[in-house]
């Protein structure tokens, strides 16, 4: 667990994206990460601290690894030869997909077989230079048109699309098992989650790649 006077749970208050970074940047260092996964910029509940989280990763990232507060002899050789971590944010979908439980894992499956079956007709009908394409939809764009329009640092960076995991009932069960070791914290909304939430089913990721200044790219 970290303490930090800065990043303190606070329903009402956005945490600062430098302090975010600076806390992060060490731990990716010293454990050579790979892959960050987090929020995206809608926070999943539009909680002001998750919604903190993206843009602290990407200003992380977006100096890597020029920045280096591990403080030992050690740090700079490790900063050079480390790869830029991948990040990927987990996708915030609309209110009405959100409590849909198990039937999200049924129906994304079924999405996947639609998009499958409209792909392979294309190939079978469509000539290959026609600009006709299919895509399986995250449902990302859908969540920014009902979230509202607004800058946001995040919005300029380039975004690809990631996997998405489905949960059977084993996998189920061992994230119900993960949540009840929290009981302290499952208030009666929190079993709400836990019987409805879609994602105890279904967690779909966007990776996000930020713009690298010249001299902090990391070498390949």
Known sequence: MYQNSDLQDNFTAQWDHDT???????????????????FDKYGISGHPNH???PHGAARMLSTFPLHSD????ESSATASTLARPRLFTLVSVPLAHKYTGPWAALLLKASFTVSDVLRT??????????????ARSSGAEETQSSAGKGSSAVDSMEVRTGPAFVAGVNEYATALRAMMQHRSQ?????????AFSRYMWVN???EVVPPSSPESAAPV
């Open 51 to 53: 919604v903190s989280l």
């Open 204 to 206: 779909e990721w966007v």
């Open 70 to 73: 591990i403080g030992s002899p």
């Open 121 to 134: 007709l294309r190939a079978r009908l469509i000539p290959a230079e026609a600009p006709i394409s299919f």
């Open 20 to 38: 975010i970074a600076d806390v992060v940047r060490p731990y990716v260092l010293e454990n050579r990460i790979t892959t960050i996964l987090t």
């Open 186 to 194: 499952l208030v009666w909304f929190r079993w709400l989650y836990v």
